[in-house]
């Protein structure tokens, strides 16, 4: 049983940052993938950034990269995406995942990898 719950999220000016926070429970987070997605209004979900349990390999989306920074603090069991230079474009719902395996890149990076999500934290990014 693994439960996830997203926190940080807010509304902010463009070119600001947020950092937000996947507090994991039932679980320690050593192995596998967590990631972060987000969904914004009409749009499917869309892959963020992943991290793996062991260490070592950050993955990140074209539009993430450079801006963003997955870390995640096993002893706390908690995942992080510190998000700067922000864009309205970034404005979306971010959701945590947990899948127990890491993949390739493209298996990493598909929402249908993860089994366990949380409930999500509105991020606003205006202009």
């Known amino acids: 049983q693994v439960q996830l719950v997203e926190s940080g999220g807010g509304s902010v000016q463009a070119g600001g940052s947020l950092r937000l926070s996947c507090a994991a429970s039932?679980?320690?987070?050593?192995?596998?993938?967590m990631a972060w997605f987000r969904q914004a209004p009409g749009k499917e979900r869309e892959f963020v950034a992943a991290?793996?349990?062991?260490?070592?390999?950050?993955y990140y989306t074209d539009s993430a990269q450079g801006r963003f920074t997955i870390t995640r603090d096993n002893a706390k069991n908690t995942v992080y995406l510190q998000m700067n230079s922000l864009k309205p474009e970034d404005t979306a719902v971010y959701y945590c995942?947990?899948?127990?395996?890491?993949?390739?890149?493209?298996?990493?990076?598909?929402?249908?990898?993860?089994?366990?999500w949380g409930r999500g934290t509105q991020v606003t990014v205006s202009s």
């Open positions: 039932g679980r320690t987070f050593t192995t596998g993938a």
């Open positions: 995942a947990a899948t127990p395996v890491w993949g390739l890149p493209e298996v990493v990076a598909r929402s249908h990898s993860y089994a366990y």
């Open positions: 991290v793996r349990g062991s260490g070592g390999i950050l």
